[in-house]
């Protein structure tokens, strides 16, 4: 009886269903947004510089304290070599230094990297807007982003200077040529990061009174790229083991924006979810509200000839159940069906670049959601619609059948 | 033996605003396979007595004993109970529902007995049939006349077996054939199976088919009249 009851005022049950069936869409596609957006940061940043797994000395990152070292780089390649999880690594030497042009200064984080290897583990080369990823030349190149070009109004082969302290703690300072340019469509980035020949940043470093260093083993940070991303902990764990005093951090950890932004997309996702089910609950307790009242004569009559209260709130309780149990489904199949295509496809965020970029955003936003959303969401709004039946149905069974039925 | 015993039953509205005594010390018998109508002016008491006596309402002051059981002092779940077991219902506006089909109807309060689905079958085609309606099982109220609606109701009122079926002004939205054709069934069904019924009525056809006429004048029994 519940399911014809359901029926008998069609357009209205098709309002209530079309209702649920938009929640759910809204908010898996709202999910699947801030599920690619949160994606696309941090692939962003996994693939600007960061990697999947990154070691330094310990306390190196604090300060960028030239005396912490890791291990000789030769020793340090074999160990990372024989992983078999690792896709990739690239050896880095990184100081914090400053970069100008006649045009003024900026502060930098000078990567010195080794151009294969670096090409292997970040997507700096394909991020090249103008020039070469360092081309075969005499020393001292240099890539330099967008932003920082515009700020220090640089071109490709310009000349700008580099200032950073030594080994020996005197600062330093040479000359490099602009090789390359490169936007990676995060602004802080590209306003703060150059990337120079390790070889060429270890021999400026090395004071020339240094003998005993030796060039070509020193170096402060190993980018590492695995198979995949899932076995980040794994990997993490075996590299703390074999290598005993070193400081292993996931990506997570070495940018804890990434995490601090990944609780707040889902926490703004919570909030957004939260409204939109209230919305429904507001939207069936006002529909299922109509429904008892309409029939408040023939919910007297019920409870007159005999159906408990018992049954009359089953009765209205299952005729909300059934209408999510129709629109769920729909909602669903829709969420799923945008959710693939923009998966696909993309959704091109181009005309809001400026301030996506500034987050590190993508232009392009590809939606993403776990599988476990669809049953979270279909549970969430099986129980939404459970609370939003109490009321009504309350509501019916506190008729008194004498007065229901008006006139006996 | 009396099915219904009134005992000095008063109902008072609005005790604590301004009083309306509607019902003043009603003391009523009714014997097993009456015909009793049960007439009066407006305002008189009629509904307010069916009410009580049907357990849907419960009087301020006195008792009501159905089939020799006190209904006045009855929980509301228990008294639900009780109707479903005991009262059969005929209202004026019908009152059937709207998505289920005639016999569905007619099989409703069963379904609320836990009565296996093939007694409820047999037992609904037999009452529609009874009824005269044997070629309308399957259509919803919306689908027949008022006349046959009624009928419906009827059955309906029928189905669990009550001790006795109230009837609200059952021919009040009905034209003559319709209120004779009813009347006919009814009579036919109390005199031929001993089925009891007590109407509330203002149709001075349905007075003239009773057996039993008591006639309410401001809350109180003013005639009763046997034929």
Do not use: C
Request: net charge negative; aromatic share 6%.
């Amino acid at each position: 009886m519940a399911w014809r009851n359901v029926w008998r005022s069609p357009t209205r049950s098709w309002v209530v269903i079309s209702a649920i069936a938009l929640g759910i869409w809204a908010a898996l596609s709202l999910t699947g947004f801030a599920t690619g957006m949160m994606k696309s940061y941090v692939n962003s940043a996994i693939e600007n510089s960061v990697g999947h797994l990154q070691i330094h000395a310990p306390g190196f990152t604090e300060e960028y304290d030239l005396q912490k070292q890791l291990p000789p780089a030769s020793e340090l390649s074999t160990q990372l070599e024989a992983l078999p999880q690792l896709q990739a690594y690239s050896m880095r030497t990184v100081v914090s230094g400053m970069a100008s042009s006649s045009q003024g200064a900026r502060g930098v984080m000078v990567k010195g990297v080794e151009p294969e290897q670096e090409a292997a583990v970040s997507a700096i080369e394909e991020k090249l807007v103008e020039g070469e990823f360092f081309p075969e030349m005499r020393g001292n190149a240099v890539l330099i982003g967008q932003e920082l070009a515009e700020k220090l109004n640089l071109k490709l082969r310009s000349k700008m200077v580099l200032t950073f302290q030594g080994l020996d703690r005197e600062i330093t300072a040479a000359a490099f040529r602009v090789v390359g340019i490169f936007d990676t469509g995060n602004t802080p980035f590209d306003g703060g990061t150059v990337f120079v020949e390790r070889e060429d940043l270890n021999r400026l470093i090395i004071a020339q009174a240094d003998t005993t260093t030796v060039q070509s083993d020193l170096v402060y940070e190993a980018a590492l790229l695995l198979n995949d991303v899932d076995q980040v902990d794994t990997v993490a764990a075996l590299l703390e083991t074999a290598l005993p005093g070193q400081e292993v951090k996931t990506y997570r950890e070495v940018s804890p924006d990434l995490e601090l932004y990944e609780s707040q997309i889902q926490n703004v996702s919570m909030i957004y979810l939260v409204v939109i089910l209230l919305a429904l609950v507001f939207g069936i307790i006002n529909t299922m509200l109509m429904a008892v009242l309409e029939r408040i004569k023939e919910l007297g009559m019920l409870m007159a000839i005999g159906m408990n209260k018992l049954r009359v709130f089953s009765m209205i309780v299952l005729e909300t159940i059934l209408l999510g149990i129709v629109a769920t489904p729909i909602g669903l199949l829709l969420g799923y069906l945008t959710i693939n295509y923009v998966r696909e496809n993309g959704i091109n965020m181009s005309a809001y670049s400026e301030g996506m970029a500034s987050y590190g955003l993508s232009q392009v936003i590809y939606f993403d959601v776990e599988p476990g959303v669809y049953t979270q969401m279909a549970v969430g709004v099986f129980l939404t619609a459970i609370l939003a039946a109490i009321y009504p149905a309350l509501k019916a069974i506190r008729l008194k059948p004498v007065d229901a039925l008006h006139s006996f | 033996m009396a099915v219904i015993t009134t005992k000095g039953v008063e109902k008072v509205y609005n005790p604590d605003k301004i009083p309306v005594k509607a019902l003043k010390g009603v003391d009523l018998e009714i014997e097993a396979g009456e015909f009793t109508a049960i007439v009066g002016p407006s305002g008189s008491g009629k509904t307010t007595l069916l009410n009580i006596i049907g357990g849907l309402d419960r009087p301020t002051a006195g008792y009501v004993e159905v089939g020799g059981e006190d209904i006045s002092q009855m929980s509301d779940n228990t008294l639900i109970d009780f109707r479903k077991e005991h009262i059969g219902f005929v209202f004026q506006a019908y009152n059937l529902i709207p998505v289920l089909t005639a016999r569905e109807n007619v099989e409703f309060v069963m379904l609320l007995q836990n009565r296996s689905k093939a007694e409820r079958h047999a037992r609904a085609d037999e009452l529609l049939k009874a009824v005269g309606l044997e070629d309308k099982v399957h259509k919803r109220p919306a689908e027949l006349s008022g006349g046959q609606q009624q009928r419906v109701a009827v059955a309906r009122a029928l189905a669990p077996k009550p001790t006795f079926i109230l009837a609200d002004e059952p021919t009040a939205n009905l034209d003559s054939e319709s209120t004779a054709n009813l009347l006919d069934i009814m009579a036919r069904l109390n005199q031929e199976e001993g089925v009891t019924f007590v109407f509330s009525t203002h149709d001075q056809r349905v007075i003239d088919r009773a057996r039993r006429v008591v006639t309410l004048v401001d809350g109180k029994v003013d005639e009763d009249l046997r034929r």
